[in-house]
């Protein structure tokens, strides 16, 4: 195999049919349906879950992960939080002419392993060569498919009391990239938390913990995605600021730049929305994970109308917040 992406790995010739069974045919392990133009799929359900995310990180690897590892656990976690198990991924690779086939390598091992991670499987996919110049080197976009077990479905009954959960630390992955990038000097060894969250999320389904509503908050961060659910369903919800968790370093970075942690962007935090009486059991089974050990009630549902996202400041007054304005962070995932 080639040393460096050319045009030829492009034009659907023999240098492309190398690639593509050598790397991608051989990686994924799906020989039998390789000669097929559309992946079969066995769907035991007349329910799904299917979304598509496209994938323009810059920089390609950094702290905790890379563009590979990102585009599957993204699109698993939008799966996963629309209260379905992912099944099925296909993915569309668009390279640069000149890309070393041994990043492309290393991209696609971690695609495998978070993959496998989940018990899913990468079905069918596609690649294009762009001339140098082009493209950052890689794009990728994913599209997922999964089954939504009855007992999982998502009710979206919300009731005043409801409390708000979130996983663990907010920001880490908007601080992660901004670092890698080095455009702005920052110095830290702050890792993005750029995970797949459907293991973590079985644990709380299995326990029986009635799941209101689930959100991975990505970009636009914490407050965007909570402001989307308050308007998109027309409740009010109250945070408790002192009750974010942020980690030290993130926070000291957002006061050295004048950005807010609710707002940076996540790759592997999600926001619950579950019960009163079921508040403290969740934050146990959360904590007893991996995934939740920073885990944290941020605020509950005040009101089942109006629509809007309220914040009580460490001063003891309170503010609405808003969507997030303008671009903080391009080409965060």
Not at 215 to 225: E, F, M
Not at 240 to 252: A, L, S
Not at 266 to 284: D, H, W
Request: glycine content about 10%; some cysteine; charged content about 25%.
């Amino acid at each position: 195999m080639a040393k460096r992406i050319t045009m030829a790995h492009g034009d659907g010739g023999e240098q492309a049919h190398q690639l593509i069974q050598d790397l991608f045919v051989e990686q994924f392990a799906h020989h039998k349906e390789a000669t097929l133009d559309a992946a079969i799929l066995t769907l035991p359900t007349e329910k799904i879950a299917m979304s598509t995310d496209s994938f323009v990180v810059n920089p390609i690897f950094f702290p905790g992960g890379n563009i590979g590892k990102l585009a599957v656990a993204g699109t698993v976690n939008d799966i996963a939080v629309s209260g379905a198990k992912p099944l099925y991924l296909t993915c569309g690779f668009i390279l640069e002419e000149g890309f070393l086939i041994s990043d492309l390598e290393k991209i696609v091992t971690s695609m495998v392993e978070e993959a496998q991670k989940n018990q899913v499987k990468i079905v069918a996919g596609d690649t294009k060569v762009v001339e140098r110049g082009k493209c950052d080197g890689l794009y990728i976009n994913t599209t997922g498919i999964g089954l939504i077990e009855k007992e999982n479905e998502l009710k979206y009954d919300f009731q005043v009391g409801d409390c708000v959960l979130v996983n663990g630390n907010v920001g880490d992955h908007g601080i992660a990239i901004l670092t890698a990038r080095g455009e702005l000097g920052l110095m830290n060894d702050v890792q993005s938390d750029c995970a797949s969250l459907f293991g973590f999320i079985q644990t709380l389904q299995e326990a029986g913990i009635t799941i209101r509503i689930m959100r991975d908050a990505t970009r636009g961060g914490l407050a965007t995605t909570l402001v989307e659910i308050c308007e998109d369903f027309s409740i009010t919800m109250e945070l408790d600021e002192e009750q974010i968790p942020v980690d030290d370093r993130v926070h000291g970075s957002c006061e050295l730049l004048g950005y807010e942690p609710m707002y940076l962007a996540n790759e592997g935090k999600c926001i619950f929305v579950v019960p009163q009486e079921q508040c403290e059991k969740a934050l146990e089974i959360m904590k007893s994970h991996p995934l939740g050990q920073h885990a944290s009630k941020i605020g509950e549902v005040i009101h089942t109308e109006q629509g809007r996202l309220l914040l009580k400041t460490v001063f003891g007054s309170s503010r609405r917040l808003s969507r997030l304005s303008g671009m903080l962070l391009p080409r965060i995932c």
